[in-house]
Each structure stands twice: as C-alpha cells, then as structure tokens.
C-alpha cells in the first residue's frame, strides 16, 4: 500500500502519532487530513490495560471518525529492541504526537531530548492534562475534570440548577487544536532555524482559554460570572425564545438589532420604555424583556420567525437535535460529513474538516486502519528485513 496522501497541503510530512483517547488524535487527524503521512503507533493487542477505553472498537465511529486518513504500526516500547525501531522511525519523521503524563515519555526514551539527539529537526508534541510542571502535572486528567477546574461548569445550565457539564468535550478537542496550531507554527520557524521544538498543551489551560471572556470580564473587572441558562451572560435580547410549535434561538443584542426587532414584532412602545432603552437596561430587566418578546413570538411558528428574523438581518436559528442537524438543507450542501467505503466495502461516515483551502483542501481518503495494519509496510519503508521483521513479530516487539 502506499503512503495515504489526503491533500497536498502537508504532504512532505511524516507524523508519528503516539497518542490515544480524543486530544490527542483531534490534534493529529487535523495533520492526516491536509495530506501529512500519520503513522499511528499503539501497543499491540493486550499490552495496554486501558485499551478498551480507546483503541478496541475500532469499527465504531468515534474511533474511525479521529483516526481516518491513518496508518498502524504496533510496537511494545518496554520489549528490548523496541526503542531502537522508534528512534529509527524518529530519524524519517518531522513530528511526534504523545499525550502520555509527563514522567512516562522519559522513563521510555521518548522525551524530546532523547528524540532530538536523534533528529534535531523534530517537533515533539506533549498534550497532558495540567501541564508539564506545576503540582498537577504528575495527575491522569480527563474532559470533565478539566470542564470542572477550568470554570466551564459554573457558567453552564440553569440558574441555581448546580454545575453542569458542557455536552461535549470541550478541554480535549480544544487541547488537540491549540497543540495542532502549535505544531504548525513550529514546522514554519522551522524553515528559519533548522530545528525543531517541544511544543506542549495541557487540558486545562486549554479549558481555561476556551472561558474567554467570561475569564477576562473577572481579570479585568472583577465581575465572576455565573449561570445564565440559555440566555447570553451579557447581551439582552439573546438567548432561547418560544415559538408556537417550539423554541428558537435570537441574536438580537445591539442596539440597531434591538430597533430592527421592534419593528419585526410590531411594537413601537418598547422604544419608548425606559427598562429598554438601551443594552445595560434590557439586561438589567432582561426577564421582563424576554417574557414580552415571548408573547410576540408564540404568535406564529419557529419557520416563520426564523425567516422573518434573519431577512430583516436579526440573527435567528433552529435549535436542533442532531438528526434534524444533518438533514438541514444548508447543512447538506455545505458538506460537512463524507462516507467513505472501508476494506469491506462498507460505508463509514466522517466529519470533514471546518477549515476550507481553496487549493489544497482537506479531505478523508481512507477509514481508520486495523490494528498493526501497516507494521510491515512501514518497518520495511526505514530499512528493516523481512527477516527482521518476523522476528520482531516472534518476540512480541510488534
């Protein structure tokens, strides 16, 4: 088989992904699907005792959705020989990708010290849950403990309701995006210096990045935010708004969406009502607010005010489950998920890329691979003999 190639984009590229669970592998599916060559290493089967969690149901979509575009090699790093293969594979690469803790890298040789005496051109990426220093550093971490202690679930839910946790994994998925824009930084100073570097990112300072300006409004005012429902902490009207036949989302904050809104609703006395006569006082009053706007909306359909709304400029949109998601017509044209046919010729669905090239555009050109799929392929690629290899394969290194 030949190396996969989505795009052109990173196509000199080799990526040794070393990681596991979603960080991780976001951050490298990101490299995979503009054209970089990803060799994802894993431990052969039943040498992790946490493999469940992450790498056994390889036909599920999860797994194929962060691991497309892929290639697998085993490899048993505590086997004697093993490290060898590694560093071999290290002098080919341009990047690493691990999201081990912080001691486990170096008690195995991999740390970015052993890797650049290798290759002083390589990039190490590090994503961990608190860092690689710091008190924390040496503790497992997970989305929801890093939603906990980022301050994500004191904002989010209903008022009085208790923390809530966000319904996705907003510290992973942003941990692997902000350790992939930092790859890629790296890769472009690169070109300068001729050398590569440690980059690192940790859950919860991605976490804490993603709080924006809920966690500057209380750096720079003192103001601590907290639960706002489904209402906009700070702009009124925005947030979740009652239908006839259901709920809709409004973006009506500022004062020119506010005079636009009146005129929709056909109630020149708001303007002259002191509790709305700007964007501190509708929010100050912002349950009075909502509740008249309410009795206009209940008037007519989410169809009706959500094209109402967005025609005369006013920010409005459905509140869909995922389903209905997929099956919006704007949705369905803007090709946000593609099917690809696996070995089996069956058909895998995948979420395409949100960053669009004109020219060398992002793509998903094969399934996750199977485990160990490529260790042959890749092992021959850097010089080792069939020979080799079966032994390799004889002693349980791969």
């Known amino acids: ?11 000199n590229l080799r990526v040794l992904d070393m990681s596991r669970v979603r960080a991780g592998p976001n951050c490298v599916r990101l490299l995979a699907d503009f054209g970089a060559d990803v060799i994802r290493i894993e431990p052969p089967k039943g040498v992790d005792p946490n493999e469940g969690m992450f790498a056994a149901n390889r036909d599920g979509g999860d797994f194929q959705n962060l691991n497309r575009n892929k290639r ?27 999201n081990w803790r912080p001691d486990i890298k170096k008690k195995l040789g991999v740390d970015y010290e052993s890797l650049a005496a290798v290759n002083p051109r390589i990039i190490l990426a590090s994503i961990s849950g608190y860092g690689q220093t710091g008190p924390y550093s040496s503790r497992p971490g997970f989305d929801q403990i890093m939603q906990g202690m980022g301050g994500l679930m004191s904002v989010t839910g209903i008022p009085g309701g208790g923390p809530v946790r966000a ?33 690192h990112a940790s859950l919860l300072h991605a976490q804490i990045a993603m709080m924006d300006f809920q966690a ?32 809709f989302n409004l973006g009506a904050s500022g004062q020119g969406n506010w005079l636009r809104l009146v005129e929709i609703c056909k109630r020149p006395e708001w303007l002259s009502d002191p509790d709305f006569a700007n964007e ?49 017509r704007h949705i369905k044209q803007s090709h946000v998920s593609k099917s690809v046919k696996d070995s089996a010729s069956k058909e895998k669905h995948f979420i395409t890329q949100p960053a669009m090239l004109s020219r060398t555009p992002a793509d998903v050109v094969t ?23 079966a032994s390799f394969h004889d002693q349980g290194v791969v």
Request: hydrophobic content about 40%.
């Open 1 to 11: 088989m030949s190396k996969i190639q989505a795009s052109s984009a990173l196509s």
């Open 72 to 98: 697998s090699l085993t490899l048993n790093l505590k086997k004697p020989g093993a490290l060898e293969i590694m560093m071999r594979l290290v002098k080919t690469a341009d990047v690493v990708v691990e």
């Open 167 to 199: 319904g996705l994994a907003v510290a992973d998925m942003s941990a692997g995006l902000y350790a992939g824009i930092g790859i890629l930084v790296a890769l472009q100073e690169r070109e300068r210096s001729g050398r590569g570097q440690w980059v």
């Open 216 to 247: 500057a409004r209380y750096l720079n005012e003192g103001d601590i935010p907290g639960q706002a429902g489904n209402d906009h902490p700070t702009s009124t009207p925005m947030g979740l708004f009652e239908a006839s036949d259901g709920v």
């Open 280 to 328: 501190k006082t509708r929010s100050v009053n912002r349950k009075r607010c909502n509740a008249v706007i309410n009795e206009v909306f209940r008037t007519n359909t989410v169809e009706y005010w959500v094209e109402t709304l967005n025609n005369a400029g006013v920010p409005a949109g459905q509140v869909y489950n995922v389903p209905e998601m997929f099956e919006d």
């Open 367 to 389: 399934t996750a691979p199977q485990w160990g799929e490529h260790t042959d392929e890749v092992l021959a690629e850097v010089g080792y003999s069939s020979t080799e290899i």
